[in-house]
Structure formats: C-alpha cells, structure tokens
C-alpha cells in the first residue's frame, strides 16, 4: 500500500484543510469535508475514486504542496521588502485594501479570477470563483471561520491562466507550493494576517451566544483588538471577551501553525500595526511588488503608520512561542523525518 507522508498529517489531526491536495491531485483521490473532520483515508465513501491509498499513483505531489510537511520559517519577516499603511474606498474590515487590489486588477485583466468567501447574515460562509469586479466586494470583510480555499481551484485551473489566491497562512503556503511544484496559474498570492480561526458551529453555536451573550444574526462584524475578541452588533453595541477566553476553542491545526503573517505570499495584509480604519501591507516578493503597483491609484497611503512593524512582530513572537513547541511534539510522531523549521 502507497502510505504518502500527507496521511501522517492527516492522522494526528494537524492537517489545515487548505485544500491544496484536493486541487492539486492528479488522481483526482482526495476529498475534503468543510470542517476537515475526515480522518480516514480508506473510507470509501470519502474519495471519488474510491480510498485514496487504492487509487494513489504513489507521485507524493499531496506531501510535496503541503504545508505541515514543507515545515515553517523561523524568520517569517526576512523577505519583507517593505511594510506601509493603505485604505480604499470599499468598506471592507478595515482599510478594504485586499478587495481593492482584486477589483483592480480583474478590470485590468491582469488576472482572469480570484477565490473569494461570502458570508450571510447567519454567518455561513460559502467559497466562490470571482471573474467579474464588480462581484468582488460581496467577499469583504473578515469571517474568522474556515473555508478549504485552495479546494476550490481544481476547475479554474482548466479555465483560466492567471489566477490570485486570498488566504491565511497555510493557504497562502500551500498556494505557494502548488505554483512551486505543480501549476504556475497562480500568479499572486494575498496572505492574511492570522492568530488563529474556528469552525463555523463553534464560532456560531459557541463562542457568539455562549461565551458573548449574542445573537449571531445581530453581529456585523468580528475583530481581534487590544488583547481582546470584538462583536460589532447592528445596534452599534460593542461587545468583547479576552482572547484568552476563546482561543482554546479555536481549530485544532491552528495550536500547531507557526506562520503568522503568511510569510509565502506576495503581499501580507491585516489590521495590525496601522491606525484604525487602515490595513497594514507587506510587500514580500517581485510578483507582490509588480502587481502591487498596478493598483496603487486605487489606494491612499500612509507613510511609517503607528504602532509599526513592532506590533506586528510582538505577535508574531506570541504565536511562535505558544505553538513551536506543538508542532516540533507532533513531528516526533511522523513517518518522514522532513518536517521542521527551515
């Protein structure tokens, strides 16, 4: 039996469900639940081609484009080339920077479509393949659930030629891998800031009216902010709870994710280390920079924003320590001897 290295993720629960098996597949093998629950890899049920170690082609393309065996970087701010503050005029979780620069460039033509994740006023989100930009917009705004994005790529690669990626950390590595090793259509990647994100039943059925006191369908926006979880509600009211109060109840994976910033992406965005009302953006590569100034006339700027790059550090720090040791534990278990820092 074929025993690729992925089902060593995938058995102690560390996978990230970023889909990029699923897309990248060349057997077509492996499918993925929503919440990523599956753990079973010779459940019939669970693959189109019947249990994947019976249909694997033994290439190992799904351990080479995953990113809990490519390992994480000890340094995630070496190839930051630059860090600034942008707005735009979309009114998106802060500065709307991400949705801009996907508009602009679907009406340049500069690529041809995006994944982006809507969301309705229960909170249920749904993954959807962008080409026109005036759809763009319904993606803003930030879920703090999980979505398998990269999953959704298999048939736009057959359609299109110049594909942007939107994701966290691991999406944003596991696209970077895909390009790497198996399809170069991904020719941007927009990472995003992330400490770490919930299955929806327990953002919806848990956190919001259990640990909050709120109603899901009244929440009009979710943060991260001064130590502390936010619920914007329809009324105006704010509501909020220590970080420390709901971050044990976060994905499992996520305790075990030592990328804060989506190093392995073009252009890093999030609301850290800028005023409000502004994102924070790191340009990292010369695809991130090229693309980056196509859409500059769609942006307003602010040189060397407060609180800084320092912030945006401090909490990267804090995400290394409370999960490196997590990670490194759960290496020792695997049957491959790859798997690290790099």
């Known amino acids: 039996m074929v025993h690729p290295k992925i089902m060593d993720v995938i058995e102690f629960d560390v996978c990230t469900a970023c889909g990029a098996c699923v897309s990248a597949c060349p057997a077509g093998a492996i499918t993925m639940g929503k919440a990523a629950e599956i753990r079973d890899p010779d ?10 170690p019976n249909v694997c082609e033994g290439c190992l393309t799904c351990s080479r484009i995953c990113p809990v065996v490519d390992g994480y970087l000890e340094d995630e701010f070496a190839n930051v080339r630059s860090f600034l503050a942008a707005k735009s005029n979309i009114a998106g979780q ?19 479509c995006v994944v982006g994740i809507t969301m309705n006023e229960k909170w249920e989100t749904e993954l959807v393949v962008f080409t026109d930009p005036e759809d763009v917009e319904k993606a803003k705004g930030t879920k703090y659930t999980y979505d398998s994005v990269l999953s959704t790529l298999r048939d736009p690669f057959s359609q299109y030629e110049k594909i942007a990626v939107v994701g966290v950390p691991c999406q944003a590595h596991g696209a970077r891998l895909i390009s790497e090793n198996v399809n170069d259509k991904i020719v941007l990647i927009v990472g995003l800031l992330c400490m770490e994100s919930f299955h929806h039943d327990v953002m919806t059925e848990k956190i919001i009216p259990e640990i909050m006191g709120v109603n899901i369908e009244d929440v009009k926006k979710m943060d991260f902010g001064k130590g502390k979880f936010w619920a914007y509600t329809k009324d105006g009211e704010e509501h909020n709870v220590p970080i420390s109060k709901i971050a ?49 006339s769609e942006l307003e700027f602010m040189e060397d924003p407060k609180p800084g790059m320092g912030l945006i550090e401090k909490l990267a720090k804090m995400k290394h320590d409370n999960n490196s040791a997590h990670y490194l534990d759960v290496c020792e278990k695997f049957s491959f001897d790859d798997g690290g820092f790099r």
């Open 94 to 112: 802060d500065g709307g920077v991400t949705s801009a620069i996907a508009r602009s460039l679907l009406r340049q033509g500069e690529i041809d």
């Open 43 to 52: 459940n019939l049920e669970l693959y189109s081609h019947g249990a994947a």
């Open 248 to 296: 044990p109840h976060a994905r499992n994976p996520c305790h075990h994710c030592n990328d804060y910033t989506s190093v392995f992406a073009d252009i890093s965005v999030g609301s850290v280390g800028t005023p409000d009302g502004w994102n924070c953006v790191l340009i990292r590569t010369d695809a991130g920079e090229k693309y980056f100034k196509m859409v500059e």
